[in-house]
Nanobody, 119 residues
């Protein structure tokens, strides 16, 4: 079982930056593939970024590529999402998620953190 707690959300003007953090409860954090997702009002949850266990591979949604950076610190059991050049369309609740294997669905989810970008 892994408990995930996101933080770092808030209100920011367009063009600004935020860094989200997701702290995991489990000491074997490095065994998990981690991802960030988001859900805007009235829309389905969508993939934002993922990072493999050793941080060797990262992937991004086209909508955030070049603006967002996912990273992880396995010693701190934490995954980050650095968000730059924010746009109003980035407004959503952001969730981090964990899975035991890249071939499986994400099976652990945080409670989410709100990001609001004003124009």
């Amino acid at each position: 079982q892994v408990q995930l707690v996101e933080s770092g959300g808030g209100l920011v003007q367009a063009g600004g930056s935020l860094r989200l953090s997701c702290a995991a409860s489990r000491r074997t954090f490095s065994d998990y593939d981690m991802g960030w997702f988001r859900q805007a009002p009235g829309k389905e949850r969508e993939f934002v970024a993922r990072i493999t266990r050793s941080a060797g591979v990262t992937n991004y949604a086209d909508s955030v590529k070049g603006r967002f950076t996912i990273s992880r610190d396995n010693a701190k059991n934490t995954v980050y999402l650095q968000m730059n050049s924010l746009k109003p369309d980035d407004t959503a609740v952001y969730y981090c998620a964990a899975r035991n294997s890249p071939s499986r669905d994400y099976n652990y989810w945080g409670q989410g953190t709100q990001v609001t970008v004003s124009s």
